[in-house]
C-alpha cells in the first residue's frame, strides 16, 4: 500500500523558512517523480512544485520561484520542500503526491496533508 | 500559464440524479486533462486521466470526455459519496494547472 506522509510544517515569520518533508513507502520511491499541491484555507487546489524521479529536473509554479526549493533523497525515500521568504499568501494545507504509474504527470496517491501557516 | 475555467461553481443535485461538471481550457490541452474529487478532511483522489480513462478502482458511473480545449466528467446517478468538490488539471504544459472546482452539493 502506498504511503505517504508529510511532515514539518506549522508557523511560520513572514520572511522566514521552513522545510516540509514526505516520508514514502510502498512503493519504489525511486522511480517516481513526485509533486507537491497545496490548499489555501478556503481556496482550491494549487499546483506548487515537481521533481523528476532522479532529482534531475525540477519544475515551480511562479508563485514560489526562488524561494522554494523541491528535493528528494532516494535513499532515505523523502521528498522536501525547503521554503524560504515565507509570505502570508503561502499559508496553506501542502500535499505530496506521486506521479501515476503510466509516467503522467498525474497524481494517483496523496498524503494527508501538512498545515503551513505564515503569521507574525 | 493554461488557465482552466470550471463550471458551475456549485451543482446542486439529488442523489440518483445526473452530474455534468465542465472544464474549459484557454488553449488546447490535447485530452492531457484529468479530475479529481476532493472531500473535507481527505486528500485528493483521482478519477479520470488523459480525459476518459478512468483510474484503478473508479467506479463506472464516473466517465470523461472531451478534447481540445472543452471537457466534461460525468456522474451517472449520484451516490451520497459522490457530493464533494471536483477538479480538472493539465499536464500539457508547465507550469501544471488546475481549475477552480465545482461543488456538487444535496439539493
Known amino acids: 500500500e502506498v504511503k505517504l506522509l508529510e511532515s514539518g510544517g506549522g508557523l511560520g515569520q513572514p520572511g522566514g523558512s521552513l522545510r516540509l518533508s514526505c516520508a514514502a513507502s510502498?512503493?519504489?520511491?525511486?522511480?517516481?517523480?513526485m509533486t507537491w499541491v497545496r490548499q489555501a484555507p478556503g481556496k482550491g487546489l494549487e499546483w506548487v512544485s515537481s521533481?523528476?524521479?532522479?532529482?534531475?529536473?525540477?519544475y515551480y509554479a511562479d508563485s514560489v520561484k526562488g524561494r522554494f526549493t523541491i528535493s528528494r533523497d532516494n535513499s532515505r525515500n523523502t521528498l522536501y520542500l525547503q521554503m524560504n521568504n515565507l509570505r502570508a499568501e503561502d499559508t496553506a494545507l501542502y500535499y505530496c503526491?506521486?506521479?501515476?504509474?503510466?509516467?503522467?504527470?498525474?497524481?494517483?496517491?496523496w498524503g494527508l496533508g501538512n498545515l503551513v501557516t505564515v503569521s507574525s | 500559464e493554461i488557465m482552466l475555467t470550471q463550471s458551475p461553481a456549485t451543482l446542486s443535485l439529488s442523489p440518483g440524479e445526473r452530474a455534468t461538471l465542465s472544464c474549459r481550457a484557454r488553449q488546447s490541452v490535447y485530452s492531457y486533462l484529468a479530475w479529481y474529487q476532493h472531500k473535507p478532511g481527505q486528500p485528493p483522489r483521482l478519477l479520470i486521466y488523459?480525459?476518459?480513462n478512468r483510474a484503478t478502482g473508479i467506479p463506472s458511473r464516473f466517465s470523461g470526455s472531451g478534447s481540445g480545449t472543452d471537457y466534461t466528467l460525468t456522474i451517472d446517478s449520484l451516490e451520497p459519496e459522490d457530493f464533494a468538490v471536483y477538479y480538472c488539471?493539465?499536464?500539457?504544459?508547465?507550469?501544471?494547472?488546475f481549475g477552480g472546482g465545482t461543488k456538487v452539493d444535496i439539493k
Open positions: 488539471q493539465q499536464r500539457y504544459k508547465w507550469p501544471l494547472t
Open positions: 521533481i523528476t524521479a532522479s532529482g534531475a529536473t525540477t
Open positions: 503526491a506521486k506521479r501515476t504509474s503510466n509516467g503522467d504527470w498525474f497524481f494517483d496517491s
Open positions: 510502498g512503493f519504489t520511491f525511486s522511480t517516481y517523480g
Open positions: 488523459d480525459a476518459f
